[in-house]
């Protein structure tokens, strides 16, 4: 059975930082392509990041512009977690993110979230 369980989330001041992670199981974790999402209240889901899998010949991230510069995605497959450092963090970034993981172009797998809150 295949599981993600993101951690890390919390309660943070504007411009301070949260480390999230994002432990699998039950699946050959380098395979995957991960990536991070989140979903504000009222709003739809969004991605933020991912990032490939053991696969790619050199690793590849992507962002949405939003959070280019503030937040960085990892991951080490030796311990089956991918992670979200973000930075400078904005009241706007608050949401339930979300971990997930890909493979043939479809996101089969998701955690159950972790909620992020930025107060200003």
């Known amino acids: 059975q295949v599981q993600l369980v993101e951690s890390g989330g919390g309660l943070v001041q504007a411009g301070g930082s949260l480390r999230l992670s994002c432990a699998a199981s039950g699946l050959t974790f380098s ?23 053991l696969s790619w010949t050199r690793r590849r991230t992507h962002y949405v512009d939003s ?17 979200l450092q973000m930075n400078s963090l904005k009241p706007e970034d608050t949401a339930v993110y979300y971990c997930a993981a890909e493979v043939s172009g479809q996101y089969e797998h998701w955690g159950q979230g972790t909620q992020v809150t930025v107060s200003s």
């Open 31 to 53: 395979r995957y392509n991960m990536g991070w999402f989140r979903q504000a209240p009222g709003k739809e889901r969004e991605f933020v990041a991912d990032i490939s899998s």
């Open 67 to 83: 959070v280019k510069c503030r937040f960085t995605i990892s991951r080490n497959n030796a311990k089956n977690t991918v992670y």
